[in-house]
């Protein structure tokens, strides 16, 4: 295991109702006048917005409103949430919504304390040292951004998406109420499952020797999606099985299964093309790129891929030939996939071949980067071209 530091200091306010109670945590952690950041409809229609506002009133906290987050955030909506935020002399950024919305938020609070363009930060021009306090009130159980460092932000000039992790991104809250993501359609719902697994392969796929402890917590959340999934989208309703996958998803990405070890992130690479470009939902990129990616690199550690086949999908150790054993665990993940509703190929997905150039081209040069990506394993150009053509 490798020398670690880890910081988590996230308040989560976990069950039924607990929406109701977000001007009380605004203002234990400081806020006095809140951006209350969200998307479309839903959180208009459903009156959760309603809700927490009627939340801050009662606490005498004033706020301003900025919707409008699609999937996959968007940079110039970020600018104009920085330049709302100084001019309102804002102090708390409340996100209500998902991964996107909680992303954006964080953007919008780290460039409010910035003089130059918050790109900086994504582009690794700058480190984010400070950045305004985040609330999030999560819809959906997918990014797990609602207690992690990070945020994903799509730059409209050139369409670069590109992440960044800070510490200082970590919200100071974040509520979580299983109820208010049954309306979710079955789809999106998959797509978050999806995602979830994905944060969670993204770290089991390491070099690190040695991490017994983290390989096996990342194993039975793996198992926890492998059960719950199903059982949710037959009944949208099971508050249960989603109280399950929302905790699942927080844990699969405030890293606390990732400590200690290297990681890989190379098919959040290879998918981020994919929704940058198509504006597809992320976990059905992921769902496409991940087998693809996974075949690939299979033989830089068969036993790898070998040891989740047969403790998470109960494939049959073949001892002789432990690459067949690694093979069916990676068909097995894809399969499952596939039953709950996910896509499978590029045509699915609705991407095109004739496009891959151009993906490698901004995955690999796009935005300053050097010709690879790395993670598990270094992949140049040509391995990406071949990595995209596998998911025609």
Known sequence: MDNFTFYSPTYFVFGKDTENAAGEYVKKFGGSKVLIHYGGGSVV??????????????????????????????SGLVYEGIKLCKEEKIDFVLAV?????????????????YDGDFWDFYQGKERIKEALPVGTILTIAAAGSEGSPDSVITKEEGMFKRGVGSDALRPKFSI???????????????????????HLYERYLTNT??????????????????????????????????????????????NSCGVGRSQDWNSHNIEHE????????????LAVTMPAVFSYVMNHDVMRFAKVATRVWGCQMDFDHPEVTAKEGIKAFQNFL?????????????????????????LCRGDGRNGTISGFVTLNEDDCTKIYKMMV
């Not at 919504?97 to 304390?113: E, M, N, Q, V, Y």
């Not at 719950?228 to 998803?249: H, S, T």
């Open 45 to 74: 229609r459903s009156g959760l917005l309603d809700r927490v506002k009627k939340s801050l009133e009662k606490e005498g906290i004033s706020y301003k409103e900025l919707g409008g987050v699609k999937p996959n955030p968007r």
């Open 97 to 113: 919504g998902g991964g996107s919305t909680i992303d954006s938020s964080k953007a919008i609070a780290a460039g409010t304390l």
């Open 176 to 198: 979580l109420n299983p109820a208010l993501t049954q309306t979710l359609p079955a789809y999106q719902t998959a797509a978050g499952v999806t995602d979830i697994m994905a």
């Open 209 to 254: 020797k040695d991490v017994e402890v983290t390989d096996r917590m990342i194993e039975a959340l793996l198992l926890t999606m492998k059960h719950e999934a199903p059982r949710v989208i037959e009944d949208p309703n099971n508050y249960e099985a989603r109280a399950n996958i929302m905790w699942a998803g927080m844990m699969a990405h405030n």
């Open 274 to 285: 994919l929704s940058a470009v198509y504006d597809c939902a992320h976990g059905a990129g």
């Open 338 to 362: 596939i039953s709950i509703g996910m896509p499978k190929n590029f045509e699915e997905l609705g991407a095109k071949e004739e496009d891959i150039p151009k993906l490698v081209e901004v």
